[in-house]
Each structure stands twice: as C-alpha cells, then as structure tokens.
T-cell receptor, first 113, second 116 residues
C-alpha cells in the first residue's frame, strides 16, 4: 500500500506571497492532519480534516487554512507569507478513529525569503 | 493540557551499546503514546505505540518501550545500537479531542549520535 505523499517536496517563496501544499493520504484513510516543524517551536499541530470537514484546529493564525476533497486528498494554504513561516510542513493520515496511529508523509520544505 | 518532555536533547552512544531515551508525559486520562523517528530531511516514521494492555511494547528495528503510569514515563530502549539508528527521536501523546479525531503533542526530540 502506498504511503502518504506530499507535493511539492521543496518550495521557495517570498514574503507576502501565498502557497498551497498538497497531501495524498494512504488509501482508505479519511483523516488528514497537518503539522508544522521548526527548529524553534518543534512539531506543532495545525489542523485536522475528516470527511471534507475541518474537525480540529491548532493555535495558528487565520493565514493558515486547508481543505479536504472527497477523495480525502488535502491541501493546505498559507497566505501573506512571513519569514517565520519557513518550516517543514508534515501531513499525516489515519483512519480517523479515536487513538488511531497517524502515518506521516516526507514533508514539504517551505523557505520564505 | 497535555505535554511531553524529552529531557535529553542530544545523546551519543557507541555502536553496540544499549540505548534508553527518556520521555515523560502529562495527560489527564490513559494516554495513547507513540515514538517516532526522523532521519534528516525526512518525515516521521512510527517506531511503536502504546494504547492499552501490556506495558512493554515492541516496535520495529529492535526497539521497545515501557509504559509506567506511576512515573508518567514511556522510555524507549534498544539493547544494541546500530550506526543506522542515528536520527532524531520524538515521543508523542495522542489527544482524543471532544470533536472526535486525534491530535499529537510532541516532545522536543532527542538527537541520537552513534559513534563507530
């Protein structure tokens, strides 16, 4: 079974631009979660989507948004990029049931100049 | 709120030596606990997980972890480290949210270096 895939793997943007990251979950998984990883803040939960609905949200500004499609693929959007948004963005998929294991993709490395 | 503490930022061990990585958690109920490993520039790979039952859990690559409720700990162990184990290790607690679903809270990670 194919794992979680994320595209693109690397991205360079400038301040003020917006960016869209994509995540394809493991087949059959209905939940997709997004995490931001930075050297200073570590791994932080952004949000989770389940059956096309945002079910949970972390403590991030409204510039960070996402959506999920009927095939469970998910996109994450960051508008008005700031230098501090430079990070590795990780997507994880799971069946979506309580306590289920989350399986991570390789991440998208975003650099904001 | 739940939290995870990994007190060791860096650990260096010799190849063939035993390894123990510490993890302490704070959570109001019986936790779901995970250990993940991350190689440079890569995503997170699940090593093992604890949901309930036997407090000693076996994982991949020869790793095991023991859940100790009285100490709020979930330490990761390996009897003999291989050079390929050099990576960053993250302990995480899974929070079952009132709206359903899961959210992982991670520790700050322990960077493992293996000396040949």
């Amino acid at each position: 079974k194919a794992g979680v895939t994320q595209t693109p793997r690397y991205l360079i943007k400038t301040r003020g631009q917006q960016v869209t990251l994509s995540c394809s979950p493991i087949s059959g998984h209905r939940s997709v979660s997004w995490y931001q990883q930075t050297p200073g803040q570590g791994l932080q939960f952004l949000f989770e989507y389940f059956s096309e609905t945002q079910r949970n949200k972390g403590n991030f500004p409204g510039r960070f948004s996402g959506r999920q499609f009927s095939n469970s693929r998910s996109e994450m959007n960051v508008s008005t990029l700031e230098l501090g948004d430079s990070a590795l963005y990780l997507c994880a998929s799971s069946l979506g049931l309580a306590g289920e294991t989350q399986y991570f993709g390789p991440g998208t490395r975003l650099t904001v100049l | 709120a739940q939290s995870v503490t990994q007190p060791d930022i860096h650990i260096t061990v010799s190849e063939g030596a035993s390894l123990e990585l510490r993890c302490n958690y704070s959570y109001g109920a019986t936790p779901y606990l995970f250990w993940y490993v991350q190689s440079p520039g890569q995503g997170l790979q699940l090593l093992l997980k604890y949901f309930s039952g036997d407090t000693l859990v076996q994982g991949i690559k020869g790793f095991e972890a023991e859940f100790k409720r009285s100490q709020s700990s979930f330490n990761l162990r390996k009897p003999s480290v291989h050079w390929s184990d050099a990576a960053e290790y993250f302990c995480a607690v899974g929070d079952i949210l009132t709206g359903g679903g899961n959210k992982l809270t991670f520790g700050t990670g322990t960077q493992l270096k293996v000396e040949l």
